[in-house]
């Protein structure tokens, strides 16, 4: 779900301040801290690979993705002056919630999964097995208002279940790209107005 | 006890004291409709909470802009009443708390606006929806032999809100209750409308398709909320270029008149005062004669910024009167003030230089300035534009780089004698024609000329006061002779006639031009205090006191005096007739010092006869 908000704000971005002066301003994004994000993707990779072969990083990857998350949560502070990220970084705060409060796991709704995704997922989820980020939600389950309980189907491309903190988050990384790119297009027909002027 | 003494007292202020009112009405209908059951929601109300959460997001976002005032019409509450219709009150207060702690987040408002919002539409919601269980309808689908439910449901969330709020607008601004209203219901009503039936709407959408439903109806709303924004922006754009001067980029001549009459009908709506200061180029021709239009236009436009510059931190009103004459209306400001901040200005002038203006005599740019502050004397804008032109004129006549304030030194030193000398040579034209007339405006001038004296009058006003009496009926020079002197009865036709001597006045001491601030006497000595008067049924203090104090005096004139159509009165029974009429016809303060003043002159007329019999 982290794609969609990328992909749409590209889209609409590059279509709202025009292909090249678009690519020049996503050139020129800066982040502070940014050098993170690919080490704690490359941290989850190795967990995600390795867990089943180590039975200790297997039993606490729920907590080591919290970790993950903790310092994922910890950059987005440090940018939190742009536009957007803020968004961003409330959105991944309710999701780091309600795994904190369910044992690092992110409770999914079978109603909701059933609904719309393959019922090959379903059972797996009902099972407990391959996911390590995910369970079924039950009756036991905290906060499960935070879950995956939202379910995404035709028309939209994607079938998914998704929590509201996926969507805000979404919703936060695509107001950072239409601020980021319409930057120097702004800039751009101010000088235009200008040099008319004269 | 100090702060609880001032927190009653804040209570105690109207508009304090309403917001408490809704607040707390607004929060007790909400616990009793609420109750926080969203903590019991199941995951699938969850999921359809944040949808219809998102959509007032995004429908507060994408707002519509009205022309002309760029009010802003929020599609947020088809929302809150489709929730209503389709799931009942408690979801519908779900979705509001939800909404409003978020707004509360992200918008600048003040808190306790949040506050108010939130009890006003915990208010219209729970309004309606009792309405709405009331009249038997039901939750789910549109039932289509209910459908008076629906309509009579939208009406009384329309009504509640417009009753609050403009309750609340009547309370702050002391404006009078019925044209909020009124302007509530022109301004908004066909955008609320739609709001109102794209509820509907919407409920359809979300009873057959859920989510993809409210998903469409976003989509719309963002788009015509787009292009609306587009159209709004190019009315901004068309109002802009209508109201602006191209060379100056201060507002031109004819939105100048428009503010200006706001501000009057303001002023006598609410009493806010304001200085009107009209300002005039020194020697601009010297300028153009020797550097050439372009240049001179170019000054013109430096002019301009200058202005612009120095009136913008105050919010005052700058217009290119035309030429090279500049207006400033200064809202707030009394006349003294509003010399000192144009007196400064026309320093900072003095003091910025602009290439060539070493030709002009004062080897400076300048300006001269004559400001008058709105009052009784001026009870229209032309009439208020000539008072600021006639300061101004003195203000040139002074040796420029002056400002000035009407009344000031006003007139210039042409004595007043010759003034009445040429007056009187107009109306000696009544010798032949109605010699009652010449007569009357020759008592009425003598009696206006003491009661100067009595009221304490300004060099300036005392001048208005005699001259006007002197003049105040030369319109009469238009009706028949033979209707003057008809000794009978006047028909309804020949009174229409008679009555038109004050508009035949006005023009023509406005065609002489030389007698500009004479017009409010000419023009409105026949109207009365309670407004019944004529030409224009002017009321209380909106006739300058002039006016009121001719009208007196123009009473117990004619009251006095051998009139083709009426009886004497003696003196003494004219004194009562203007005391019973006191407060209807006169202005009661002018008849208090009208009365003891003709007492005494006749006191002391009776007593010199007297003393002549005696002696």
């Not at chain 1, 695509?174 to 002027?197: D, G, I």
């Not at chain 2, 006003?410 to 010759?418: M, Q």
């Not at chain 2, 203007?578 to 003709?598: H, K, M």
Request: aromatic share 12%; charged share 20%.
């Amino acid at each position: 779900m982290v794609y969609d908000g990328i992909v749409i704000g590209l889209i609409i971005g590059l279509l709202r301040a025009g292909w090249h002066p678009g690519l020049v301003a996503l050139s020129q994004i800066r982040i502070r801290g940014g050098w993170i994000f690919p080490a704690l993707l490359a941290v989850q990779l190795l967990i995600f690979s390795i867990q089943d072969r180590v039975s200790f990083i297997g039993q606490y990857s729920g907590w080591m993705f919290m970790a993950v998350y903790i310092v994922g949560l910890y950059v987005l502070w440090l940018n939190r002056a742009e536009k957007g990220i803020w968004i961003i970084f409330i959105g991944v705060a309710m999701n780091f919630l309600v795994m904190l409060v369910n044992g690092g796991r992110m409770p999914v709704s079978l109603e909701a999964a059933s609904a719309v995704l393959d019922p090959v997922y379903t059972q797996m989820l009902k099972d407990g097995v391959g996911a390590a980020k995910h369970y079924a939600l039950d009756d036991s389950t905290r906060l499960s208002f935070l879950g995956d309980i939202i379910p995404i189907a035709p028309p939209y491309p994607r079938t998914q279940v998704i929590s509201i903190g996926d969507v805000v988050m979404n919703i936060g990384i695509f107001l950072y790209l239409q601020s980021v790119m319409l930057k120097n297009k702004t800039r751009a027909s101010f000088v235009e107005s200008k040099s008319h002027k004269s | 006890m100090g702060i609880a003494r001032r927190v009653i007292q804040q209570f105690q202020k109207p508009g304090i004291g309403y917001l408490a009112l809704v607040c707390l009405t607004g929060a007790v209908l909400f616990l009793s409709g609420n109750r926080f059951s969203f903590l019991s929601f199941s995951n699938d109300q969850w999921v359809l909470l944040y949808a219809m959460v998102a959509a007032v997001q995004i429908l507060d976002r994408y707002v519509f802009r009205l022309p002309p005032d760029g009010n802003v019409q929020s599609m947020d509450s088809s929302v809150y009443l489709a929730a209503i219709f389709v799931y009942g009150l408690d979801f519908s207060l779900c979705i509001l708390l939800f909404s409003s702690c978020i707004a509360l987040f992200h918008s600048q408002l003040a808190w306790w606006k949040h506050l108010f919002n939130f009890s006003i539409y915990s208010m219209m919601i729970s309004g309606a929806s009792v309405v709405f269980a009331l009249l038997g309808g039901e939750n789910g689908s549109i039932d289509n032999y209910h459908l008076h439910a629906y309509i009579l449901t939208l009406i009384a969330y329309f009504c509640i809100n417009a009753l609050t709020f403009g309750l609340y607008l009547y309370l702050v601004h002391k404006g009078n209750l019925f044209e909020i209203l009124r302007s509530f219901l022109s301004d908004a009503l066909f955008a609320y409308l739609s709001t109102l039936l794209l509820s509907l709407v919407l409920v359809i959408l979300i009873v057959s398709h859920r989510s993809f439903g409210l998903f469409l109806f976003l989509a719309i709303a963002m788009l015509l909320s787009h292009a609306f924004r587009q159209l709004f922006n190019m009315y901004d754009q068309l109002n802009e270029k209508a109201n602006k001067d191209q060379r100056t980029g201060l507002f031109n001549h004819s939105y100048f008149e428009e503010k200006l009459e706001d501000y009057i009908k303001e002023y006598r709506e609410r009493g806010t005062t304001f200085s009107l200061a009209l300002l005039d180029l020194d020697d601009f021709k010297k300028y153009n004669d020797k550097f050439g239009h372009p240049r001179g236009d170019k000054l013109l436009g430096f002019f301009g910024a200058l202005l612009k510059e120095a009136c913008e931190p105050d919010q005052l009103f700058v217009a290119r009167y035309g030429g090279e004459e500049f207006a400033i209306i200064l809202p707030g400001f009394a006349q003294v003030q509003a010399k000192a901040f144009i007196d400064n200005l026309r320093k900072h002038v003095n003091d910025t230089h602009y290439e060539g203006v070493e030709v002009l005599p004062h080897g400076c740019l300048s300006f001269s300035a004559g400001i008058v502050e709105v009052g009784e004397m001026s009870y229209d804008k032309s009439q208020l534009v000539d008072l600021a032109d006639r300061a101004l004129y003195v203000a040139k006549a002074k040796g420029k780089n002056t400002v000035l304030l009407y009344g000031e030194q006003s007139s210039l030193p042409t004595s007043i004698e010759e003034e009445i000398n040429e007056i009187e040579q107009h109306i000696r034209i009544f010798l032949s024609k109605d010699v009652y007339t010449f007569k009357h405006s020759k008592r009425v001038f003598s009696y206006a000329f003491e009661m100067a004296d009595e009221l304490r009058l300004s060099d300036e006003e005392r001048r208005v006061l005699a001259l006007g009496a002197l003049i105040h009926d030369i319109g009469k020079l238009e009706i028949p002779r033979d209707i003057l002197n008809k000794k009978s009865r006047l028909t309804i036709e020949e009174w229409e006639i008679v009555k038109k001597h004050v508009l035949w006045g006005k023009e023509f001491v406005l065609a002489t031009g030389k007698y500009k601030e004479l017009v409010p006497l000419v023009e409105l000595h026949h109207e009365r205090y309670d407004g019944k008067g004529y030409p224009h049924g002017l009321k209380g203090h909106e006739i300058p006191r002039l006016a009121r104090m001719l009208c007196i005096i123009d009473s117990f004139d004619a009251m006095t005096t051998e009139r083709p159509y009426q009886d004497t009165k003696t003196f003494e029974e004219a004194l009562h007739e203007l005391e019973r009429c006191s407060g209807t016809q006169f202005d009661p303060a002018l008849v208090q010092a009208f009365v003891p003043y003709i007492r005494h002159k006749t006191g002391s007329a009776i007593a010199t006869a007297r003393q002549q019999a005696n002696g």
